[in-house]
């Protein structure tokens, strides 16, 4: 079993390493589009950036919590609480914005009439990337609620005699 701080490091490296990586390919495809597209291929491609941007945001969290120095029992209660609430968060928020760009992509991919906005090359890679993301959301947020055990004080002071 890995410790708490050693579980932070390890869900603030994944998520904010592929948070990194995900947005540039998330945002290629937006300038790549002709002007003459549906606006809702863009609401498309923002819902995927939004899941990358909940990624990296939960990565900058769990990073706060590996870099903790544990003050008071009590307050180290409540922010390792609160981080668990924010990975659950950004958990769940990926997989909605996710799946509605997922709704909304391929029915817009057509474009103007028989047009592909971008190509079908384009398309999937964002597809995957968006998978991609959901996957390292859920797996940082299973990681760390499991290794920050609710009632987690990763510092306890041995008591004088």
Request: hydrophobic fraction near 55%.
């Amino acid at each position: 079993m890995i410790s708490g701080r050693r579980a932070a490091g390890w869900a603030a490296g994944i998520s904010l390493s592929w948070g990194l990586v995900a947005a540039p390919v998330l945002i290629g495809p937006t300038f790549a589009t002709p002007s003459g597209a549906n606006p809702f291929f863009y609401f498309g491609l923002c819902f995927f950036g939004g899941a990358a941007f909940s990624v990296l945001l939960g990565g900058i969290g769990a990073l706060f919590a590996r870099d903790r120095t544990p003050v008071l029992p009590a307050l180290d209660i409540e922010f390792f609480a609160g981080i668990r609430r924010l990975m659950l968060a950004m958990s769940c928020r990926t997989v909605v914005m996710d799946a509605l760009g997922l709704l909304l992509l391929p029915r817009t991919a057509r474009g103007v009439g028989d047009t592909t906005p971008v190509g079908t090359g384009i398309v999937v890679v964002a597809l995957v990337v968006a998978a991609t993301t959901a996957t390292c959301a859920a797996l940082s947020a299973i990681v760390l609620r499991r290794h920050i055990p609710r009632g987690f004080v990763p510092f306890r002071p041995i008591p004088r005699r």
